[in-house]
């Protein structure tokens, strides 16, 4: 099993930054893509940032250039850089991890962390 702890939410006001970070830990073979999704209330959840291993990124159209997506392979952990935010930007933010627990393809796992709120207001 994969557990996910996620940190660095939080209330900040409209064109502050924040950084989250994402960790993951347990047994398992390889990582391949850690990403970030958002759920505002009222919202369904979405997509915010996908990091491969191969280090492609790609940001929904909402977050281009003003979110960073950054992994440290060697720690397992994933960080999202979240610069200019707006009120827009509130929403509970979940880490979501893909790979494998063995060399085997029918071993894939895909995990969510607990979410982490962010709160973007004067």
């Known amino acids: 099993q994969v557990q996910l702890v996620e940190s660095g939410g939080g209330l900040v006001q409209p064109g502050g930054s924040l950084r989250l970070s994402c960790t993951a830990s347990g047994t398992f073979f390889t990582i391949i893509a850690m990403a970030w999704y958002r759920q505002a209330p009222g919202k369904e959840r979405e997509s915010v940032a996908l990091i491969t291993t191969g280090g492609n990124r790609n940001y929904a159209d909402s977050v281009k250039g003003r979110f960073t997506i950054s992994r440290d392979g060697a720690q397992n952990t994933v960080y999202l850089q979240m610069n200019s935010l707006k009120p827009e930007d509130t929403a509970v933010y979940y880490c979501?991890?893909?790979?494998?627990?063995?060399?085997?393809?029918?071993?894939?796992?895909?995990?969510w962390g607990q979410g982490t709120q962010v709160t973007v207001s004067s």
């Open positions: 979501n991890v893909g790979g494998y627990y063995t060399t085997s393809t029918y071993s894939r796992f895909d995990s």
